[in-house]
């Protein structure tokens, strides 16, 4: 299995960006998928996830400005970034459930590293202001 994380880049606030995570040797509409990322000098953290019935869901820092979702045809899983911020600025990685079509989650689970096998390379967004 193989994620393929791009889409990243230095934008002035305000601006979008809209990254995408491609997979190979797992069909994503089976897993969720999340995005986590990581500003320098600080943990990884959860920024959003989409589940297998495309339930979605979001860190409070992010909900309203990011928007997850998937295209099954691509094998792709999207974070459209909207209004970013300076504190944004992060590596971006996309990262697959363990799990195939688990049951009865919620967002401790979907937000919690641990729930994550496969792991992106990581897309470097810089948000000057």
């Known amino acids: 299995v193989q994620l393929q994380a791009s889409g990243g880049g230095l934008v002035q606030a305000g601006d979008s960006l809209r990254l995408s995570c491609a997979a190979s040797?797992?069909?994503?509409?089976?897993?969720?998928t999340g995005w986590f990322r990581q500003a320098p000098g600080k943990e990884r953290e959860f920024a959003a996830a989409?589940?297998?019935?495309?339930?979605?869901y979001y860190s409070d820092s992010v909900k309203g400005r990011f928007t997850i979702s998937r295209d099954n045809a691509k094998n792709t899983v999207y974070l459209q970034m909207n209004s970013l911020q300076p504190e944004d600025t992060a590596v971006y990685y996309c990262?697959?459930?363990?799990?195939?079509?688990?049951?009865?989650?919620?967002?401790?689970?979907?937000?919690?590293?641990?729930?994550?096998?496969?792991w992106g390379q990581g897309t470097e967004v810089t948000v000057s202001s």
């Open positions: 989409i589940t297998p019935g495309a339930s979605t």
């Open positions: 040797g797992r069909t994503l509409a089976n897993y969720a």
């Open positions: 990262a697959s459930d363990a799990t195939f079509r688990p049951t009865w989650k919620g967002a401790a689970y979907y937000s919690s590293m641990t729930t994550y096998d496969y």
